[in-house]
């Protein structure tokens, strides 16, 4: 059973942006504790707030109202140098497009987060875990679009960052490649009890998640908790 222990909280949290005469409401009077350790999955199609909610939790855009919480520090009132440090000491981040550096090997990739990190695990056993033993001296150039994906995710996790987010993991493979990246995903959340969060406008993913925010219009529909997730093996979509 998954200890309630809340890691991250927003109260009331709003997202206003203006765009000469038009203000778009990006998200209104969010409140979400995020639980230590959790899988947690924040469904919605385009538009619905989830990227912005993302961002906001992982400290890369400010609300314009409300209040944010990382442990027992108000992360809502840091500065951007605060910010910074919070990104780099408590934040991993996987995107939909890799971001790998073209010259550098997965290894050498990983190696870039455990240079920043007080306590960085091994790069070496980060690539093992995501399955990619052996092809640690390959260039992105030498490995297909789910073995990239997966040095990202093994280069986010070897931070040993206390949240995981990860902004549509799977948006850019196929199927099958998808499935594969969130088996390492849930792995890594299951391992490690590092709290993950994935951001997906794919239904078929929630089932594997402790827990499912649906969005839309930039607001909460619907809270959904799965007692028993399934394994990213036996989803489809």
């Known amino acids: 059973m998954l200890e309630k222990n809340i890691i991250f909280s927003l109260k009331d949290i709003s997202k206003k942006y203006v765009m000469g005469e038009v203000t778009v409401n990006a998200l209104n009077n969010i409140n979400i504790d995020v639980y230590d350790g959790e899988f947690l999955v924040i469904l919605g199609t385009s ?16 609300p ?14 840091y500065n951007q140098k ?6 780099r000491e408590h934040i991993g981040f996987v995107f939909q497009f890799y971001n790998l550096i073209p010259i550098l090997t997965a290894k050498e990739n990983v190696d870039m987060a455990t240079e920043i990190s ?9 690539l093992d875990m995501v399955g990619l033993k052996g092809k640690e001296n390959n260039f992105p150039s030498q490995l297909s679009g ?25 948006g850019a493979l196929d199927y ?38 649906k969005m839309r219009d930039g607001e909460i529909k619907e809270i959904i908790c799965n007692e028993n997730p399934v394994s990213a093996e036996d989803i489809s979509w």
Do not use: W
């Open 47 to 62: 538009g619905s707030g989830k990227s912005t909610l993302l961002n906001i939790i992982g400290g890369m855009d400010t």
């Open 118 to 126: 007080k306590n960085p695990a091994d790069s070496l056993e980060m």
């Open 146 to 170: 789910g073995e990239q994906q997966r040095v990202a995710v093994a280069r986010a996790a070897a931070k040993r960052p206390e949240i995981l987010l990860c902004d549509e993991p799977t």
């Open 64 to 77: 314009s109202s409300g209040k944010i919480f990382f442990k027992d520090q108000e992360i809502s009132s």
């Open 82 to 87: 605060q910010l910074t440090y919070y990104r």
């Open 176 to 213: 099958n490649t998808g499935k594969k990246v969130l088996h390492f995903l849930q792995k890594i959340n299951s391992e490690t009890k590092t709290t993950l969060i994935i951001i997906t406008h794919n239904s078929g993913i929630a089932d594997i998640a402790n827990r499912v925010i």
